[in-house]
C-alpha cells in the first residue's frame, strides 16, 4: 500500500483514531449525541488514581473488552497495530515503545517496557495479552514513567486489569472455531457468595492443531499450534465500610510447535558455514550417498515463506507456571492506603532446529594426499549434522508495594509509595550436535553426554528498591502542575557458565584430512575470558568434572527519575499539556557467555513532551509530540573472533528520537464510529565503533569503516542510523456500524493497518531492512437483547498478506572451499526473518446470564 492510498483513506474516514473503547461510569453523566467508544467515557488507572482518559496528562492508548471484541485486538501484536509508536516482535517476544525496547533476552538484561498485571509487575509480556474474556482493559503508558512506573518503564509501561467478581450472579461463556483447527473454550461463574464476599471462577481450554509453516520434509506443521489450559480464581472482601481485599491466583499450562521465523536465502553450502563448530548440515548435499527426511536439497523457504525442511520437530512447553497476588484498600484519613503484591514462579523449556535443512547423515569428503588415506582403517567422518537448540528457563518472582494516596479534596493532590522487587533466574542454552558420537567424548576433555557444541548457563538473582512520590497542584481551577521523583536501586548477581566443543575445526585436525579419527576438541579455554573486568567478582575456573567455565557477575544501579510538567483545562472538552520526564532502566549483565565485558551500565532518557486533548461534539482528538535525548542504549553486537560468533553488550553512547502521535475518532450519525490513528517517528544515533557480524569487512553499500582493524575485519560508525524498530510512519484504521434491529444490534467492522519499513539492527543495511507490512480484518457482530448473547464471525489478515515483523541471521562462509556451491551475492546467509499470521476466520460464540 502507497503513502498515496492511505492518504486517501484517511481522507476518507476523515478522523485521527483513539483506539480504544472504555467502560462507561456512572459517576458522571454521558451527552448521547457525543457519545464516543474512548475519551469522556473511559475510566483509566494510568496516575495510579481512577481517571477519565481525557483527564490524563499523558499519551495513554487504553483497549478495553468491548474495543477488542469490535476491532478484533487478541494479542499484543494487534495492539501494536493499534497504538502509536508501540512495536512487537512475536518471534523473539520484545516490546518497544517510540524505538525504546529490549534488545536481548539474555539473562541479566531487562525490557524497556514495564508490564503489569493489576499493577503487579510481571516480567513476560504474554501476561498482558490475556484474552478479554479475563481482562477488562489494557492501558498502554506511551513514553518514560519516571515516578509511579519505574521499574523497566524507560520506554513506557503497559498495566493489564483483569474483570473483577461481579455484585450479582453472573455466568457467561464463549466458544471459538477456527481455521488451522483451532478450537477454544472459557466460561466463567461470578457473584456473591456471602454478604460482602464475592468470588470468581474461570478457566479455559485452547487447541490448534495445524500450523502456519509446512515441513515439505515430511513432519507436522509448525507455527501457532498449541493446546493448554488456564485457570483464574478470584476472591473480594468487603472488611468493614472502608477497606476491601482482593485476591487472585491463576495457573496455566501449554504445549506448542512454535515457528515465527523462517530463512528466505538459500542455503550456504559451505563445510563450516560462519561461527560453526562442527561439519555442516547442508554441505552434505554436495555428495551422494547422504540421507535426508524428504526430497529438498535446497532451501524451500525461498519460494515460499511458509515451507522448511527440518529433521528436529519444534516444541515449546510452559509448566509449573503459578502466580498469585492481591490489593487491599484502605480508606483512612487524611489519605487513604494500597498494598499491592504478588508472586509467580513458571518454567519453560524448548527445542528448535538448528541446522536449518532435513540432513540426517552424510560422509564427509577427503581431500587428496589426505593423512586419513595412510591410517589401516581409517575412513571418511560419518557426520550426523542435525543440530538443536534446545532452552530451558525456570523462574520464580515477586514484588510487594505500598501506596498512601491523598483524598482529593483542596488544589493538592499527592501519592507517595515504597517498592521491592525480586527474582530468581536460572536459564540454559544447549546448542547441540546430539547425534554425533564423537562430540559426546572429547579428545582433551570430560565428558560431554547432551552433545552440545555450546553450553550456556546463568543463574541471576535480581532485586531492586524504590521510593516514590508525585504532587499535583491545582495553581488555578485550570491549571496544574505536577512534579514526581523516584529513586531506584537495582542489584544482580549472577553465575555463568559455558563450554565449547569443536570437531574438525582446528588447524591440522579437520574432517577433510583426519576422517574418522577427527577428535572433538574442548575449546573452552581459548573462548571464555579470563581477565579482570566491570562487575566480575571471581576468577573464571574450568571444572574438570563437567569442563564448564564458570565465572560471578555482582554489581547494582541507583538512579533518580521522575517528572515535572503542566496542564491547562481552557474547557471541559480541551486539555492542553507538557512534560518533562526522565527515565532510568538498569544496568545489567551479558550472563552466560564468559566474556570480556559483561557488564553494561544503565540506560536513561531526558523526554519532553506535549499535547492536546480536544473534544469537538462528535469528534475527539489526541496529538502528542516528543523529543528525546537517550544515552546509554544497552545492544547486544557482535565481537570479532577467529572461531566461533560471539556477543558482546554495549552502551550506545546516544540517540535523538522524535515523532507525533495522532489519535482520533467520529460519529457522523448515530451507530457510525470512524477511528484511525498515526503516528512520525525518527531517531539519530551517535556513537563509535561496533562490528557489524553480517558485514565483517565493512564493504556493504551503507557501511562506515571507523575504528579497530582486526585482520580482514573492521569496526563501524553508528552516525546517523536510525533506532531499531521504530518505523518513520504507522497508520491504522477502523470503520464500524450498528444496526439496531430491536431485540438486538448487527456491527460490522473493517479494520486497515499499515507499517512502514524498520531497521532490525543499529546498522542499518539493506539485509536488515524489514519490510512494509499491512493487513485488513473484517468482522461481523450480532449482540441479542440485554447483550446476553453474542455471535461474531471474523477474518484476520482477509488478503492473506505476507508481512514481517524481524531479520537476522549469520552470514555467508568466508572460508574458501573447493565444494562450496556459489551463493547469491549478498549478506545475511541463512537469514531468519519474522514471518506474522496468515489469513485465519472462524465463528465466535458467547452468552452471560
Known amino acids: 500500500m502507497r503513502l498515496t492510498r492511505l492518504i486517501l483513506l484517511s481522507t476518507a474516514l476523515t478522523g485521527l483514531l483513539p483506539v480504544a473503547h472504555a467502560q462507561t461510569t456512572d459517576t458522571a453523566p454521558v451527552d448521547e449525541d457525543s457519545r464516543t467508544y474512548r475519551d469522556t467515557d473511559i475510566v483509566v488507572t494510568a496516575q495510579k488514581r481512577s481517571e477519565r482518559l481525557n483527564d490524563v496528562a499523558e499519551a495513554v492508548t487504553a483497549f478495553t473488552s468491548e474495543t477488542r471484541e469490535i476491532i478484533g485486538i487478541t494479542d499484543l501484536a494487534d495492539m501494536a497495530q493499534f497504538t502509536p509508536g508501540l512495536s512487537y516482535n512475536a518471534g523473539s517476544d520484545r516490546v518497544f515503545l517510540r524505538g525504546i525496547g529490549r534488545q536481548t533476552n539474555t539473562a541479566g538484561s531487562d525490557p524497556g517496557v514495564a508490564t503489569y498485571i493489576d499493577g503487579i509487575y510481571d516480567s513476560a509480556t504474554a501476561s498482558v495479552a490475556g484474552s478479554d474474556f479475563f481482562v477488562d482493559r489494557v492501558e498502554i503508558l506511551r513514553g518514560p514513567q519516571g515516578t509511579l512506573y519505574g521499574r523497566n518503564s524507560i520506554g513506557g509501561a503497559i498495566n493489564a486489569i483483569s474483570k473483577r467478581p461481579a455484585r450479582e450472579l453472573s455466568i457467561e461463556g464463549r466458544a471459538t472455531i477456527a481455521n488451522y483447527d483451532a478450537y477454544s473454550i472459557q466460561g466463567a461463574v461470578s457473584g456473591p457468595v456471602a454478604d460482602g464476599l464475592r468470588v470468581k471462577l474461570g478457566g479455559s481450554w485452547f487447541d490448534q492443531n495445524k500450523g502456519y509453516f509446512r515441513n515439505v520434509a515430511g513432519g507436522r506443521s509448525e507455527g501457532g499450534v498449541t493446546e493448554g489450559y488456564y485457570l483464574e480464581g478470584q476472591v473480594e472482601l468487603d472488611l468493614g465500610p472502608q477497606a476491601t481485599l482482593w485476591l487472585k491466583a491463576t495457573t496455566t499450562r501449554a504445549d506448542q510447535r512454535p515457528r515465527a521465523v523462517n530463512s528466505d536465502t538459500?542455503?550456504?553450502?559451505?563445510?563450516?558455514?560462519?561461527?560453526?563448530?562442527?561439519?555442516?548440515?547442508?554441505?552434505?548435499?554436495?555428495?551422494?550417498?547422504?540421507?535426508?527426511?524428504?526430497?529438498?536439497?535446497?532451501?524451500?523457504?525461498?519460494?515460499?515463506?511458509?515451507?522448511?525442511?527440518?529433521?528436529?520437530?519444534?516444541?515449546?512447553?510452559?509448566?509449573?507456571?503459578?502466580?498469585?497476588?492481591?490489593?487491599?484498600?484502605?480508606?483512612?484519613?487524611?489519605?487513604?492506603?494500597?498494598?499491592?503484591?504478588?508472586?509467580?514462579?513458571?518454567?519453560?523449556?524448548?527445542?528448535?532446529?538448528?541446522?536449518?535443512?532435513?540432513?540426517?547423515?552424510?560422509?564427509?569428503?577427503?581431500?587428496?594426499?589426505?593423512?586419513?588415506?595412510?591410517?589401516?582403517?581409517?575412513?571418511?567422518?560419518?557426520?550426523?549434522?542435525?543440530?538443536?537448540?534446545?532452552?530451558?528457563?525456570?523462574?520464580?518472582?515477586?514484588?510487594?508495594?505500598?501506596?498512601?494516596?491523598?483524598?482529593?479534596?483542596?488544589?493538592?493532590?499527592?501519592?507517595?509509595?515504597?517498592?521491592?522487587?525480586?527474582?530468581?533466574?536460572?536459564?540454559?542454552?544447549?546448542?547441540?550436535?546430539?547425534?554425533q558420537p564423537q562430540m559426546k567424548a572429547p579428545a582433551n576433555g570430560p565428558a560431554n553426554p547432551t552433545g552440545d557444541s555450546v553450553f550456556a548457563g546463568t543463574n541471576l538473582e535480581t532485586a531492586s528498591y524504590a521510593a516514590f512520590g508525585q504532587l499535583d497542584w491545582d495553581v488555578t481551577s485550570t491549571v496544574r502542575l505536577t512534579g514526581g521523583l523516584r529513586y531506584s536501586i537495582d542489584e544482580k548477581r549472577a553465575i555463568e557458565n559455558l563450554r565449547a566443543i569443536c570437531l574438525g575445526c582446528a588447524t591440522g585436525l579437520t574432517a577433510d584430512q583426519l576422517g574418522s579419527l577427527t577428535p572433538a576438541l574442548d575449546?573452552?579455554?581459548?573462548?571464555?575470558?579470563?581477565?579482570?573486568?566491570?562487575?566480575?567478582?571471581?576468577?573464571?575456573?574450568?571444572?574438570?568434572?563437567?569442563?564448564?567455565?564458570?565465572?560471578?557477575?555482582?554489581?547494582?544501579?541507583?538512579?533518580?527519575?521522575?517528572?515535572?510538567?503542566?496542564?491547562?483545562?481552557?474547557?471541559?472538552?480541551?486539555?492542553?499539556?507538557?512534560?518533562?520526564?526522565?527515565?532510568?532502566?538498569?544496568?545489567?549483565?551479558?550472563?552466560?557467555?564468559?566474556?570480556?565485558?559483561?557488564?553494561?551500565?544503565?540506560?536513561?532518557?531526558?523526554?519532553?513532551?506535549?499535547?492536546?486533548?480536544?473534544?469537538?461534539?462528535?469528534?475527539?482528538?489526541?496529538?502528542?509530540?516528543?523529543?528525546?535525548?537517550?544515552?546509554?542504549?544497552?545492544?547486544?553486537?557482535?565481537?570479532?573472533?577467529?572461531?566461533?560468533?560471539?556477543?558482546?553488550?554495549?552502551?550506545?553512547?546516544?540517540?535523538?528520537?522524535?515523532?507525533?502521535?495522532?489519535?482520533?475518532?467520529?460519529?457522523?450519525?448515530?451507530?457510525?464510529?470512524?477511528?484511525?490513528?498515526?503516528?512520525?517517528?525518527?531517531?539519530?544515533?551517535?556513537?563509535?565503533?561496533?562490528?557489524?557480524?553480517?558485514?565483517?569487512?565493512?564493504?556493504?553499500?551503507?557501511?562506515?569503516?571507523?575504528?579497530?582493524?582486526?585482520?580482514?575485519?573492521?569496526?563501524?560508525?553508528?552516525?546517523?542510523?536510525?533506532?531499531?524498530?521504530?518505523?518513520?510512519?504507522?497508520?491504522?484504521?477502523?470503520?464500524?456500524?450498528?444496526?439496531?434491529?430491536?431485540?438486538?444490534?448487527?456491527?460490522?467492522?473493517?479494520?486497515?493497518?499499515?507499517?512502514?519499513?524498520?531497521?532490525?539492527?543499529?546498522?542499518?543495511?539493506?539485509?536488515?531492512?524489514?519490510?512494509?507490512?499491512?493487513?485488513?480484518?473484517?468482522?461481523?457482530?450480532?449482540?441479542?437483547?440485554?447483550?446476553?448473547?453474542?455471535?461474531?464471525?471474523?477474518?484476520?489478515?482477509?488478503?492473506?498478506t505476507t508481512s514481517y515483523d524481524n531479520i537476522g541471521g549469520l552470514p555467508g562462509s568466508s572460508v574458501a572451499s573447493p565444494y562450496t556451491l556459489p551463493l547469491t551475492p549478498g549478506y545475511l546467509a541463512n537469514r531468519s526473518i519474522g514471518v506474522e499470521a496468515p489469513r485465519t476466520y472462524g465463528v465466535q460464540l458467547s452468552f452471560k446470564i
Not at 569503516?705 to 521504530?726: A, I, K, M
Open 266 to 435: 538459500p542455503w550456504d553450502y559451505a563445510p563450516y558455514p560462519s561461527g560453526a563448530l562442527t561439519p555442516a548440515s547442508q554441505f552434505g548435499f554436495l555428495f551422494p550417498g547422504y540421507q535426508a527426511l524428504g526430497s529438498a536439497t535446497a532451501n524451500p523457504g525461498v519460494d515460499n515463506i511458509r515451507e522448511f525442511s527440518a529433521d528436529t520437530e519444534a516444541r515449546a512447553r510452559t509448566r509449573g507456571t503459578f502466580s498469585v497476588q492481591g490489593q487491599l484498600d484502605v480508606e483512612l484519613e487524611p489519605f487513604d492506603i494500597r498494598i499491592l503484591g504478588g508472586y509467580r514462579e513458571t518454567r519453560y523449556d524448548s527445542l528448535a532446529d538448528l541446522d536449518g535443512s532435513s540432513m540426517v547423515a552424510y560422509n564427509f569428503p577427503l581431500a587428496p594426499g589426505a593423512v586419513c588415506g595412510f591410517v589401516p582403517g581409517c575412513t571418511p567422518l560419518a557426520v550426523n549434522p542435525s543440530q538443536t537448540f534446545g532452552y530451558v528457563e525456570d523462574r520464580s518472582f515477586g514484588s510487594a508495594e505500598i501506596n498512601f494516596l491523598s483524598k482529593g479534596d483542596g488544589p493538592l493532590n499527592w501519592l507517595a509509595g515504597l517498592y521491592y522487587y525480586g527474582e530468581i533466574l536460572d536459564q540454559e542454552s544447549h546448542f547441540g550436535t546430539p547425534n
Open 523 to 800: 575449546i573452552t579455554s581459548t573462548i571464555a575470558a579470563f581477565a579482570p573486568a566491570d562487575g566480575v567478582v571471581s576468577a573464571t575456573t574450568i571444572d574438570p568434572v563437567t569442563g564448564r567455565a564458570r565465572r560471578v557477575l555482582d554489581d547494582s544501579w541507583n538512579s533518580f527519575s521522575g517528572t515535572a510538567g503542566v496542564q491547562w483545562r481552557p474547557s471541559a472538552d480541551s486539555l492542553v499539556y507538557a512534560s518533562y520526564s526522565r527515565g532510568y532502566k538498569s544496568g545489567g549483565f551479558n550472563a552466560g557467555g564468559i566474556t570480556a565485558s559483561p557488564r553494561t551500565g544503565s540506560e536513561h532518557v531526558n523526554a519532553y513532551q506535549v499535547g492536546v486533548k480536544q473534544g469537538f461534539g462528535r469528534v475527539q482528538l489526541n496529538v502528542a509530540g516528543y523529543y528525546y535525548d537517550y544515552r546509554g542504549l544497552q545492544i547486544p553486537l557482535s565481537i570479532p573472533t577467529p572461531s566461533i560468533n560471539l556477543t558482546g553488550f554495549f552502551n550506545l553512547e546516544r540517540a535523538k528520537s522524535w515523532g507525533t502521535e495522532v489519535e482520533a475518532s467520529w460519529q457522523p450519525v448515530d451507530g457510525l464510529q470512524l477511528l484511525l490513528n498515526y503516528a512520525y517517528a525518527d531517531s539519530k544515533i551517535t556513537s563509535c565503533c561496533y562490528f557489524d557480524g553480517a558485514d565483517p569487512a565493512a564493504t556493504a553499500p551503507g557501511a562506515q569503516p571507523s575504528g579497530p582493524v582486526v585482520g580482514t575485519r573492521r569496526f563501524q560508525s553508528l552516525d546517523g542510523q536510525e533506532l531499531p524498530f521504530q518505523p518513520r510512519h504507522k497508520i491504522s484504521a477502523n470503520a464500524n456500524y450498528t444496526f439496531d434491529l430491536g431485540p438486538g444490534a448487527v456491527t460490522l467492522s473493517a479494520s486497515y493497518s499499515w507499517r512502514d519499513k524498520m531497521w532490525a539492527s543499529v546498522f542499518n543495511r539493506s539485509y536488515y531492512r524489514v519490510p512494509t507490512s499491512e493487513s485488513v480484518d473484517l468482522r461481523l457482530l450480532w449482540t441479542g437483547e440485554g447483550d446476553r448473547y453474542r455471535v461474531i464471525f471474523f477474518a484476520k489478515n482477509l488478503f492473506d
